[in-house]
Every structure is written in C-alpha cells, then in structure tokens.
C-alpha cells in the first residue's frame, strides 16, 4: 500500500479498513483511522510545498500548533494535516490553488 517514494513506510496496524482518497488528482489508499498527514506521507515524498518557495514540507509539531501542516482540499478550506482524519473520497491537493488568494 506504500509507495516507494513516499516519505513514509507503514510498518504496523495494516489490518485496518482501506479507503482512498485523492491526492493530486491521483486515487491513493489510506487505512481507516490515519490522519491526513500519514495518508499524504505514505502516498508522497512531502506533504505541501512550501508557500514561498520550492521546498516540501512535512509537518512539525504534530499536535497542530506549529502551522506547518496545513494542505488544501480542492474544494473548500485549508486543513490542518496532523488533527484531521483521512476520509473516503476526499480530494487534497500538496501545491496552492490557483485561486489562493
């Protein structure tokens, strides 16, 4: 279910319920109970790009303090990675919209 180059291997808890969702306009597969942030990172080599440059970003403080973990969702408002779970048919993107004002 990991892609080899993604920044993260899963390792344990396999056995939960699969679900996919899009990311970058590409189905990928999570399991039930991930939070966005560990379904992005198994599926991608970084979260987002950084807003004011090329780099990738991968979140920092995990707990969701540090704004560093925020990604888009093609419709509708920025979400923090680290405390939002994963859900079935969601649509993420890991580059800013064209319209981001």
Same mark, same amino acid.
């Given at each position: 279910?990991?892609?080899?180059? =993604?920044?993260?291997? !899963?390792? =344990?808890?396999?056995? !939960?319920?699969? $679900?996919?969702?899009? $990311?970058?306009?590409?189905?990928? *597969? *999570? &399991? =039930? %109970?991930?939070?966005?942030?560990? =379904?992005?990172? *198994?599926? *991608?080599? /970084?979260? !987002?790009?950084?807003?004011?440059?090329?780099? %990738?970003? /991968?979140?920092?403080?995990?707990? %969701?303090?540090?704004?560093?973990?925020?990604?888009?969702?093609?419709?509708? +408002? !920025?979400?923090?990675?680290?405390?939002? +779970?994963?859900?079935? %048919?969601?649509? &993420?993107?890991?580059?800013?919209?064209?319209?981001?004002?």
């Amino acid at each position: 279910m990991t892609r080899p180059d =993604a920044r993260i291997t !899963r390792l =344990a808890e396999t056995g !939960r319920t699969p $679900l996919w969702f899009r $990311l970058d306009g590409r189905e990928v *597969a *999570a &399991l =039930a %109970g991930d939070s966005v942030l560990t =379904a992005v990172l *198994a599926n *991608a080599p /970084a979260l !987002r790009l950084a807003e004011f440059g090329t780099e %990738g970003r /991968a979140g920092f403080c995990l707990m %969701g303090a540090c704004q560093d973990c925020w990604i888009w969702q093609e419709n509708g +408002p !920025r979400i923090r990675a680290c405390s939002t +779970p994963v859900a079935e %048919g969601m649509r &993420l993107l890991t580059r800013t919209p064209e319209a981001w004002p």
